[in-house]
Every structure is written in structure tokens, then in C-alpha cells.
């Protein structure tokens, strides 16, 4: 290893220093990187990887609730909070703007044993990212008010009571730590911390928390992506460089858990369904068990051929039931989940689980079974590198908690020797006859369903004890001196030319469209089969149907039982998923080269061989209603089932949520299942695949013939089965070549529809159209009155607009939670169609300043200055067949009339004067510089050319796109915001208690109707 030129003239100028360089190497899978060393102490890892303009920033630091102390819990995490409210040279929210303004995203996370703060941008603002990373952690303390300390504490007590307090089980976890560590354990609370804690803590306990652990010797840098690793070097030298060291920080020895008798806590809350968790305490994540026992959690419950999932789902004894092995820093758990079906007890549930422990660790891990775990783990690990923020946040982790991050390596290594005698052993050892922690969330009143009294609660502090604040004394503020001007933001260079990716095209004999795409940055092809028609395709009495399809597609085949086929994916590492979407049926296969003809198979099976089996339609069926059961104690799904109910005709499924309501679930039998199958596939025309990956377009045809050919196996309206659409090329047609005079790709030949008008010509440049949708110079795909392009050649199945059912004057819904601990605000109004390049892309700039970005006018009034809400977005949710704007905020229940009444307040001054001008130049810049980011991973190239295939394939997407971006000036903005807001009625939901917060609505003059949970008038309104 030794140190460039470069380096070495770094050293010397700033004494920075090249302690490790590591390369890829043929048939070892590893991230290259290099590792540099400042005076200060601060850490810097380096991954260059070109394949993308796009640059990952991450800064980790070693502190997370772990290292709280009793009586100050979530300081981390509140903290995180405080270090988005600006510093000296950076200005309150400023960090968001900047970001989004540059076209990139952000976030910051907490766990037990780190916090990080990370940024995704154009390689480009790779300097303006350091910058913003250096001067809050150097530049913090000073920038931090009373104020901005008292909205951060709401904010978070408002995300506690969101996610936590609010949210059905919200609890368990809490109740877990609780019951397996002893008083005083940094484990024994939650990262988001009680709400005694909050309200205790001061300015001052979170100005010595910083002191305390926010120095850079306890931080490591982590950049990935289009960059030189000198010139990153150099850039944190002079940003973090002249920031002194904080405290030393020794890392922390493990503190493992031994239970001395089996443990019970429980809690009562508003499910429907009885939980119960138990934990076993096992070992921190750098013990040599560690990877033993996370097979253990593989064999006992992961997959549907695992022993907890035969005799606990497919007995019909539970919901879901699984294991897992989540591992710290100073100490892990083995923990397995159960939802019990109602009408089962918890005490029979744990039962099944001790015996299915005690069976396993006599008969052993199969070698079938260590070795699917082997393959999924690799695969994983493999999936885990899509995207630079993937290989950055990795890096940052093995370099934070594991000797080197070149840990990628050994853990594959530690993989492939792993052995049954050593899984068997760590079974013994930590789970099997082991003492353990049984977690019981049961529905009010339903004591009778636990498994046993509590004997444990939370653990309290002694009589006298006094919390250790040693560690806490005697800091000191050194604010850096820096020697130029931190007050000017770095100057980004010249925004990196962002090539969408190439593609070749094909209408197949079956008329289906095909569209691949090259990726060999791993090893792996991703493919999505998306059929038009999902939702949208259901009547109102088989709302569900779509859904309960595609549940029942991943359960037996003609050739494989569910278990033989959730065996063979993971044996070959591949992940294959079936979803219905409101609009879309889509089938996704993700998959290692080396297997894919096997996963190929397998997704035949899928989408064309599914068994339908009674027994399996019957489980599939009521664990889907009691999905449906369980939604209507969670806030946010009654708004959203409130508001299709009052958003859409009656007599159409788009009117009930995806899953249905139990009366429709309970009516369907197996032969809908079977006739909503055979309509999926009696049109092929109407599926798009989108592969991309190492397979060459012209094995396609073979490789793939099944979905080339599509053969129905149905008697198709109009001939027999596998006719061919008019037109269509011949059943023997292979990929259509590339003409060697084109620069592009030609499309195959598409004859007409009989009696569809021929496609009009290509137009001459023209002066600007009055409406802002077709720049000059370029011509869109010809559409329907709807504005949804039409490809006059492709003979596709029409589904019809969903029509968005207005109400006559703004209407709010209110739906009763007792008790509820926040309210949800829902509110929507029609939209437009979805166009890439019509309205609806015009609507989504429009909103962007409104609610569409975290800075925008709403989140900034309700979360930053008002501390109302943990966040609020708003926006168009348009598709091909549905159009709908909508809102959503979950808000303090205290605030829930003030917080509705600021939102209708910022709509209406939106509507009436439009975005100003520093708005209109953050959103040009914000969405013409986020192309960067759109196409890095196989996933997000598969969307794109889903999208383009939809369309036409109209290569000229993204550029018609800048184009509009780039006209957008503050009239035209204006005008469509008061056609879009202005005077239109809105369709508002509110889930929360009734008592405290009905009365203070009624206050606001809007006509108000109590609704169920499904939406409908209770008895009276």
C-alpha cells in the first residue's frame, strides 16, 4: 500500500493521512475504497464509482441511545432533530432547501449504538455537501435557540405519538426493552425515549450531549460515488479539518443479558388481533455466534417451509408468524412474532412455539436448510450494492462497528464455512430450553388471552439513585477559527450530463411491449411484468378480488407446492414478489445471473401456473379479512378507506380500500379467483416487461418465450385461444434488428388499428403553444380526450378513467379512534390524468413549493414553526386511470382544529397569489437537477422503462420534461395554481377522539358528518 503523489502532498500540507487502500479483486466481492486519517481524529472512507453523476455523503457518529443515561432517554434522537435548525453559516432549514434545491434527498436516523446524517446529490455538490456537514458539526452550538429547542421537543413527541402511541402494537418494542434489560441498561429504552424524558430535558443537557460525543474523532466520513478520492480528501481537509477533537470515546464492552426465569409483560390496545413476542437475550453483533444464530432465526421462522410458519399459519392458528435475530452493539436478541388469529389464546400460541424450538434443536438444521440460508444471505449482501448510497452506508457501518470496513469479504467468507454443528450448538446454547421474554399485546378487555401474568414491568430507579453525569463535566466549547469564508456557499461545478438509460424495444407476437435495457454493475437482472388493469377492474361487490389473486399466485403451482417454491427462490437467491396496484397487476422477478433460466421458471409458474387450491384460497382469504379487521384501529387507514368512499362512485372497487371490506372479502369463492386469473392474461397486449439486466435483447425471444409467445390457454373473445392481435408480428418473430443507419433504436413495425387514424406526421419547429405542455421542436405521443397517449397500433384493452366523485361544497368526515393519541388529517380533491409531459407534470411543479418537498409551505408552518406534526405532504396522486390531489398530516390531537385551519389557510393564499419567486427558482432547480438520481439503481431503470413503454416510447420524455421545467415562469404558475386550488371543494377526513377534538372542529364552520370506519353516515347524519 503506498501513498500517491497527491496523498502524500495532502499529508503535508494538512496532515492528513492515507492509512488503507483497497481494490477490487477478481472473484472477491468487496467495496474499494480508501481510508484517510485527519489530525483531529476524523475518519474518511472513500468510494469511487463512476457508473452515475451521483454522490452519497455520510457522516456517522458513534453515539446513539445506547449512550444515553437513565432519566435522559432519546437525547440522540432528539438531537438528530436539532441538526437540521441550521448553524452559524448555515440558516434554519436551510439544509433541506439547499439539498432538494441542488436535485438532491436527505435524512438523518438514530439507532442504539449511531447516528447518521447522509445526503444523495449530483456529483457535482459534493463540496456543498461537506460544507453542510462540516458546519454543523463544527459550527452547531452558537445557531441553537430556546425556540428551535421547543419545536423540535413537539416535533418529536409528535413523532412518538405517531409512530408509538398512536400506531397499533406501537408499544411492543418499548415493552420488550423494558422486560429484557435490567434498570440502567442503555437497551432498556427505546430510541425515541419517554415523553417524561422530553419534557425534563434542557437546552443545556442537549448543548453537553454535543460536547459530549459530536466530536470528529468519534465520526467517520463516508463519501461514495462519482468522485476522486484525493480530491475528496482534500475537500474535508479544508472543511472538517480545522474542527477540533472532542472528548475521547472508548468503545463500548458488550453487555449481554442472562434471564433468570421466564419473563411476561403485556399491555392492553385498540387490535384486533392478539400479539405475542418472545425474546430470547443472545449476543452483540461482533460475536463469532452472531452469524450462527441469525440462521437459527432463518430455520425457525423465514420462509413458508419453515417449521413456525406450518404449524402456526398454515394450521390456521396465526396471521403471520416469523423469527429474527436483531443484533447490537453491546448485546442481540433472538425474537419470535406471532399475530394470532382471534379466537386463539396466547398461552396454546406459546406452546407451539417452545415446541417447535425444542424440535428443531433435536433434529438439527438440515443441510438444505443451512444452505438456502447461505444462498438468501448472499444474495442479500449482493442486493445491498445497487445504489452508491447502498455501498457508502455499508462502508460507514463495518468501518463504525467491525475492525475494518473491508468487512464485506470475511462476512461472505464466515458465510460459506458456517456449519450445522455450529448453528445447532448457538441454538442450544441461546434459545433452546433457554429462559426467555414473552411480550402479550392483547384487544381491550382480553386478559383471558395471555399466556401467563405479568411478573415484570418497567424498570424504575432505586430510592436515592442518582444518574452518573461524570462523563458530562468539564466540557468545554471550542469553536473552530477557519480560515476562509464558511458564510459563502461552495459553488457547485457544471451540472453532471445525465444520460437516461439506453433501450431497445419490441412489440412481441402476443402484443405485448418489451423493453431492455443493459446493467452489469452486479450481477444480478431485475424484470417487471406489469399488466394494465388492477383496482380499476374490480366491481364494488369483488372489491379485493385483485387483491386475494395475487396473494394466491404466490402460494402453490401446477409443479411446485408454496413450500417448494419458497424453498427454490431462496435457493437460488432470488426474490419474486406479485402486487396489485389501483391501476396494475405487476409481477417482479430480482435475480443473480448465474440462476436467472431457473428464476425464469419459476416466474412462468407464477403468473401462468398458479394451483388455486381450496384449502389455500381459504387461509389466503381469511387472513386477508383479518387484515381488513386490523386496519380499521389504524388511524391512517380509515382515513384513506374514508376518503375513497367518499371520493368515488359506490358501484366501483376504486371506492374501497385494496383489500376490500369484509363483506365483499367474505362473499368471493375460489372461482373468482380463478376468472379475475384468466381476465390478467386473456390480453396480452395489455402487459409491458421491462427487463433490465445482462441479457441480450435477441435471446429474449427464447430465453424468455413464454412471455414472448403469451399463450392465453383461454378461449379469447373473437377466435380461439392464442390468436394473435391484427397486425401483430408473426408467432416465429424474433428481436427486430437495429439499423445500422440510425443512431437510435428502431422500433418494429406497428400496423394500425382497422378504422384508427394513422399517426400524424412529425411537426416543424413552432413558436410556443398557448398551454404549457409540448415545448417547441418536439412532438408528444398523439392522446385521447383525457390526455393519456395513444399508440394506434398496439390493440390495447381501454380501462376507463376512474372518476373522482367531488364533493358539493368542502365536507369534513369525522371517524372516532378512542382514545387516540394524534389526529389524521386526510384531505383530497380531483386531479388530472398522469402524462410525463401533460398537466399532471405541470400540477406536480405546481405543488412542489405548496407540500411537495419537506421545506414547503405546509410542513414548514405546521412541523418547523408550529410543532404540529411530525410531517405533511401534499400532492397529485395521479396514475393512468385514477386523478386525485391529496393531503395528509398526522397532528397533535390538542391541534387538530388549529392545524386543519392553517392548512386550508395556506391553500387558499397558494391559490390566490401563486409561489413567489425564490419558490418558482427552487423547484426549476430542484427537479431539472434530481435526473442525476433517477435511473442509478436496476429497480428505478425498470419504473423508467415501464414509463416510457407506456407511452410510446418516446425517447424525448426527459428532455420535453427540462423543457417545461425550464418555461415555467411565475404567471404561468400562478394561473394554474388558481385552477387547481382556487374555490375547489375539498373532501376532508379526520380520524381522532371524539370528545376531545369534534367539538373544537364544529368551531371552523365546515359541514361535518360522522362517518364509520369505512366511511359510511352514522345512524342520524
Not at 130 to 141: A, N, Q, V
Not at 639 to 662: C, H, I, K, W
Request: with cysteine; proline share 8%.
Amino acid at each position: 500500500m503506498g501513498i500517491p503523489f497527491l496523498a502524500g502532498r495532502l499529508q503535508a500540507q494538512s496532515g492528513i493521512k492515507l492509512v488503507e487502500s483497497v481494490s477490487a479483486t477478481p472473484g472477491r466481492l468487496n467495496i474499494p475504497y480508501k481510508k484517510f486519517l485527519l489530525p483531529n481524529g476524523l475518519t474518511v472512507l472513500v468510494h469511487e464509482d463512476h457508473s452515475d453523476p451521483v454522490v452519497y455523503v455520510d457522516v456517522t457518529y458513534h453515539v446513539g441511545s445506547g449512550c444515553e443515561i437513565y432519566g435522559r432517554s432519546g437525547f440522540a434522537h432528539f438531537f438528530e432533530h436539532m441538526m437540521f435548525q441550521g448553524s452559524d453559516h448555515v440558516g434554519d432549514e436551510e439544509h433541506f432547501r439547499i439539498v432538494t434545491e441542488a436535485g438532491g434527498t436527505l435524512n438523518g436516523t438514530t439507532n442504539t449504538d449511531r447516528t447518521n446524517y447522509f445526503e444523495t446529490l449530483p456529483s457535482n455538490q459534493l463540496e456543498v455537501a461537506l460544507w453542510l456537514e462540516s458546519d454543523r458539526m463544527g459550527w452547531f452550538l452558537d445557531a441553537v435557540t430556546k425556540e428551535k429547542f421547543e419545536v423540535q421537543r413537539a416535533t418529536v413527541k409528535n413523532e412518538r405519538g405517531q409512530n408509538y402511541d398512536n400506531a397499533p402494537y406501537g408499544l411492543v418494542n418499548e415493552k420488550l426493552r423494558e422486560g429484557l434489560y435490567p434498570f440502567n441498561h442503555p437497551y432498556s429504552w427505546t430510541t425515541i425515549g419517554y415523553i417524561e424524558d422530553l419534557n425534563a430535558a434542557t437546552l443545556d443537557d442537549l448543548k453537553r450531549f454535543f460536547l459530549r460525543w459530536y466530536g470528529p474523532n468519534n465520526a467517520i466520513l463516508t463519501v461514495a460515488g462519482d468522485v476522486k478520492a484525493e480530491e475528496v480528501a482534500s475537500l474535508a481537509a479544508k472543511y472538517f479539518g480545522e474542527i477540533p477533537s472532542g472528548p475521547a470515546v472508548k468503545k463500548p464492552a458488550p453487555q449481554p443479558v442472562k434471564l433468570e426465569n421466564d419473563r411476561f409483560i403485556s399491555y392492553e390496545d385498540n387490535v384486533k388481533m392478539p400479539l405475542i413476542k418472545m425474546v430470547w437475550p443472545t449476543v452483540e453483533q461482533t460475536h463469532a455466534d452472531a452469524l450462527a444464530l441469525d440462521a437459527v432465526a432463518f430455520a425457525l421462522g423465514q420462509g413458508k417451509s419453515s417449521p413456525l410458519y406450518q404449524k402456526l399459519v398454515k394450521a390456521r392458528l396465526a396471521q403471520s408468524a416469523s423469527a429474527y435475530h436483531p443484533t447490537f452493539e453491546r448485546a442481540g436478541q433472538m425474537e419470535v412474532t406471532v399475530y394470532a388469529l382471534p379466537g386463539h389464546d396466547l398461552k396454546k400460541i406459546r406452546a407451539v412455539i417452545l415446541e417447535t424450538v425444542q424440535e428443531l434443536a433435536q433434529k438439527g438444521i438440515s443441510a438444505e436448510t443451512l444452505q438456502r440460508f447461505k444462498n438468501v444471505s448472499e444474495a442479500s449482501a449482493i442486493n445491498n450494492l445497487r445504489t452508491v448510497q447502498g455501498k457508502g452506508s455499508l462502508l460507514a457501518f463495518y468501518g463504525t462497528f467491525f475492525e475494518t470496513p473491508d468487512y464485506l469479504p470475511r462476512y461472505l467468507e464466515a458465510l460459506q464455512k458456517l456449519t450445522a454443528e455450529q448453528v445447532n450448538t448457538a441454538l442450544k446454547k441461546y434459545v433452546a430450553g433457554q429462559y426467555s421474554l414473552t411480550v402479550s399485546c392483547i384487544p381491550k378487555g382480553k386478559s383471558d388471552l395471555l399466556p401467563a401474568s405479568d411478573n415484570v414491568s418497567r424498570p424504575k430507579a432505586p430510592a436515592g439513585f442518582k444518574p452518573d453525569l461524570t462523563e458530562y463535566q468539564n466540557l468545554t466549547y471550542k469553536k473552530p477559527k477557519s480560515s476562509f469564508d464558511r458564510s459563502q456557499k461552495p459553488v457547485p461545478g457544471p451540472a453532471p450530463v445525465v444520460a437516461t438509460p439506453d433501450f431497445q424495444e419490441a412489440v412481441s407476437p402476443a402484443g405485448s411491449n418489451f423493453i431492455v435495457t443493459r446493467y452489469d454493475e452486479l450481477p444480478v437482472t431485475d424484470i417487471l411484468v406489469s399488466v394494465a388493469g388492477g383496482q380499476a377492474m374490480e366491481m364494488a361487490s369483488k372489491a379485493g378480488l385483485t387483491a386475494l389473486t395475487a396473494t394466491l399466485m404466490r402460494e402453490s403451482t401446477e409443479n411446485y407446492s408454496a413450500e417448494a417454491l419458497s424453498d427454490e427462490l431462496e435457493n437460488l437467491g432470488c426474490n419474486l414478489s406479485v402486487s396489485s396496484e389501483r391501476d396494475e397487476f405487476n409481477i417482479s422477478l430480482s435475480c443473480l445471473n448465474k440462476n436467472l433460466d431457473k428464476g425464469l421458471v419459476l416466474l412462468k409458474e407464477v403468473l401462468f401456473q398458479p394451483a388455486f387450491k381450496e384449502d389455500e384460497f381459504e387461509r389466503a382469504k381469511e387472513r386477508q379479512l383479518q387484515s381488513i379487521r386490523n386496519q380499521k384501529v389504524n388511524a391512517r387507514s380509515v382515513a384513506q378507506a374514508v376518503l375513497r368512499r367518499r371520493s368515488y362512485p359506490e358501484n366501483m372497487g376504486a371506492a374501497f380500500p385494496d383489500l376490500g371490506t369484509e363483506s365483499t372479502v367474505a362473499s368471493l369463492n375460489l372461482m373468482d379467483v380463478r376468472m379475475r386469473h384468466q381476465m390478467l392474461l386473456m390480453k396480452p397486449e395489455n402487459a409491458t416487461v421491462a427487463i433490465v439486466g445482462a441479457l441480450p435483447p435477441k435471446e429474449v425471444p427464447q430465453k424468455m418465450d413464454f412471455l414472448w409467445k403469451w399463450d392465453t390457454r383461454f378461449k379469447r373473445p373473437g377466435g380461439p385461444s392464442g390468436e394473435q392481435p391484427q397486425g401483430a408480428p408473426s408467432a416465429e418473430a424474433g428481436w427486430p434488428e437495429r439499423s445500422a443507419s440510425e443512431q437510435g433504436i428502431r422500433r418494429p413495425p406497428r400496423p394500425s388499428q382497422p378504422g384508427a387514424p394513422p399517426s400524424p406526421p412529425a411537426r416543424d419547429p413552432a413558436p410556443p403553444p398557448a398551454r404549457l405542455s409540448q415545448p417547441p421542436g418536439v412532438t408528444a405521443a398523439p392522446s385521447d380526450s383525457s390526455g393519456r397517449p395513444q399508440n394506434p397500433s398496439r390493440p390495447r384493452f381501454k380501462v376507463p378513467l376512474v372518476p373522482f366523485r367531488p364533493q358539493e361544497k368542502t365536507t369534513l368526515f369525522f371517524a372516532h379512534k378512542d382514545n387516540a393519541a394524534q389526529s389524521e388529517i386526510l384531505m383530497g380533491m380531483k386531479g388530472v390524468p398522469f402524462s410525463p409531459i401533460g398537466e399532471a407534470f405541470m400540477c406536480r411543479m405546481i405543488n412542489f413549493p405548496l407540500g411537495g418537498a419537506f421545506n414547503s409551505r405546509l410542513n414548514v408552518n405546521l412541523r418547523e414553526k408550529r410543532g404540529y406534526t411530525y410531517g405533511i405532504r401534499s400532492g397529485f396522486s395521479s396514475s393512468k386511470y385514477f386523478d386525485v390531489w391529496t393531503c395528509a398530516a398526522g397532528v397533535k390531537k390538542e391541534a387538530t382544529d388549529t392545524a386543519l385551519s392553517e392548512i386550508l389557510r395556506e391553500i387558499s393564499a397558494y391559490a390566490e397569489k401563486g409561489m413567489t419567486q425564490e419558490e418558482l427558482q427552487f423547484t426549476k432547480s430542484a427537479l431539472l437537477q434530481s435526473d442525476a438520481l433517477k435511473y442509478e439503481s436496476p429497480g428505478q431503470k425498470a419504473a423508467f422503462l415501464k414509463m416510457l413503454a407506456d407511452f410510446d416510447y418516446n425517447r424525448e420524455i426527459p428532455k420535453i420534461q427540462k423543457d417545461l421545467v425550464n418555461r415555467l415562469n411565475l404567471e404561468t404558475a400562478a394561473k394554474k395554481a388558481k385552477v387547481h386550488f382556487s374555490n375547489k371543494p375539498l373532501t376532508i377526513v379526520v380520524v381522532g377522539d371524539r370528545e376531545t377534538v369534534l367539538p373544537r372542529l364544529k368551531r371552523l364552520g365546515i359541514p361535518i358528518v360522522e362517518v364509520d370506519a369505512e366511511g359510511l353516515p352514522l345512524a342520524g347524519q
